[in-house]
């Protein structure tokens, strides 16, 4: 069984976590001009920190006073009755049964820091450090910084979040003593958004789909578009249904005029996925095959981010191939880097993380999805992949993926282009069998001929250790 891996881009986890969350009015990402996105609104229930600032110690978890505030003891008090009416117009428009209780709370934003360190585990700072070291090789974070800070920057712009693990959701305000009654039309929209997580959570189980994905980026991505372009999607219908209020400037969720922190473009792509691209995959799927075709994928999860990005393949009966252990075998990966080496985590990247890869530091553009680029043409042959994270105590970090595609051909562009934007200006040095690229960070790419319809690629943190990951595979 592969080591447990974070899911920082899997909706709703049993913590409170930290993400971006924007969901244009339509959902969709189509919009081509190279506009500054307005800063988006942080939904906590989509990401794990990450750092290696000391980690905070558990506390419990705040409970709600009668007014419906977070504020340490006390027993959920029952929704009002304006809140209850609420939850059944959501859950109609949704298609699904209300359920008989639901806690939900308001939390001062002045409180949001406690209340966020409170449902934090050490085993999520775990994970996520696993996923920052994934980051980092491919490029999408530099080495000195940490999803940690990125989200925790944004902590000033979160509205509300849903935790699965404590079955509540919260609606921050920005004044204390405010209670679900007393909430604007903007925190009311918010407060929808967040009922249809926990109607998701109460029919489908969305702890134990993720806990079914761990490990597989790809997988985790795709599910979390199901879950985030089904709550965008619906918080739309209801608000047209029911006339409430639209947030400003046509997005669903207020945003901030500005954003706090630069946000790598790879992390931005990555985190706007699920309410752009996912919202407008969503829609689609309720046009065609209406809510019972939605519940089927909440169900059973999509496979892969092509299903999201391909919605043809939708009624094709297309699946990814599933590259096993074998693929890559960890014992003479290991064998052949030496003692003390281990393997971190293993999974699938997928299509999206391949173009996002490849698409490096490009900025991130509203529509980017829609151009046609080097990197989605490479990339969308894209069949089925396995990668590993290895590690030594030392420090050392090296990452090796094989990448299948549906034809020889399809390899061969992907890895034309791999090599073309991995060599673009760096230092490169051709061995037998495959070539070595230091990127300015310093990690160094290796990068072997394909082999038939395979790609294989390592990325590590020195040139020995790279070579040393690739010679087995390379050379049998």
């Known amino acids: 069984m592969d080591p447990p891996m974070n899911r920082i881009l899997a909706t709703l986890l049993a913590t409170l976590l930290l993400a971006l969350a924007v969901a244009a009015c339509g959902g969709d990402d189509t919009a081509p001009t190279p506009a500054t996105d307005p800063s988006p609104v942080v939904d906590p229930a989509t990401a794990t920190p990450t750092t290696d600032a000391p980690t905070p110690s558990a506390t419990a978890t705040p409970q709600p006073s009668e007014r419906g505030e977070a504020t340490p003891g006390g027993d959920a008090p029952p929704l009002p009755d304006s809140i209850r009416e609420l939850v059944e117009e959501v859950a109609e428009v949704r298609g699904l049964e209300a359920p008989e209780s639901l806690v939900a709370l308001t939390v001062a934003r002045a409180d949001l820091p406690d209340t966020f360190l409170a449902l934090v585990t050490e085993e999520d700072r775990l994970e996520a450090d696993t996923l920052t070291e994934v980051y980092r090789l491919l490029g999408y974070l530099d080495d000195d910084e940490h999803l940690w800070d990125i989200q925790t ?281 495959f070539v070595l690229v230091k990127r300015p960070d310093g990690k160094v790419v290796g990068l072997p001929e394909p082999v038939g319809r395979d790609v294989i690629f390592a990325i590590g943190t020195s040139a020995d250790v790279t070579r040393a990951a690739l010679e087995t595979l390379v050379k049998g």
Do not use: C
């Open 153 to 433: 920057s944004f902590l000033n712009l979160v509205l509300g979040f849903y935790s699965t693990d404590h079955k509540t959701l919260w609606v921050v305000t920005e004044k204390e003593g405010v209670g679900l009654e007393e909430l604007a039309p903007r925190q009311r929209q918010t407060l929808v958004h967040e009922i249809i997580h926990a109607l998701q959570d109460y029919h489908f189980d969305l702890d134990a789909t993720f806990d079914s994905l761990t490990g597989n980026l790809d997988a985790e991505l795709a599910f979390t578009s199901v879950v985030e372009g089904d709550a965008v999607v619906h918080t739309n219908r209801h608000s047209m249904r029911f006339l409430a209020l639209p947030a400003a400037g046509g997005v669903f969720f207020l945003a901030a005029g500005n954003q706090p922190a630069r946000i790598p473009a790879p992390v931005l792509r990555t985190l706007y996925f699920p309410y752009r691209t996912g919202a407008s995959w969503a829609g689609f799927v309720l046009v065609d095959g209406g809510a019972k075709a939605l519940n089927a994928f909440l169900m059973e999860p999509p496979g892969a981010t092509t299903l999201i990005l391909h919605r043809e393949l939708r009624d094709a009966g297309w699946e990814p191939e599933q590259l096993g252990e074998s693929a890559l075998p960890a014992d003479q990966i290991q064998e052949s880097l030496g003692a003390g080496w281990r393997v971190r985590v293993a999974g699938s990247l997928g299509e999206f993380h391949l173009i996002n890869y490849l698409m490096g530091d490009e900025p991130y553009i509203q529509g980017w999805l829609h151009f046609p680029t080097s990197a989605t043409e490479a990339a969308k042959g894209w069949a089925g992949d396995r990668y590993a994270l290895l590690e030594h105590d030392a420090g050392g970090r090296v990452l090796v993926a094989r990448v299948r595609f549906t034809s020889a051909e399809e390899a061969s562009q992907f890895a034309r282009t791999h090599t073309r934007e991995a060599t673009w200006q760096a230092d490169v040095v051709e061995e037998d069998g």
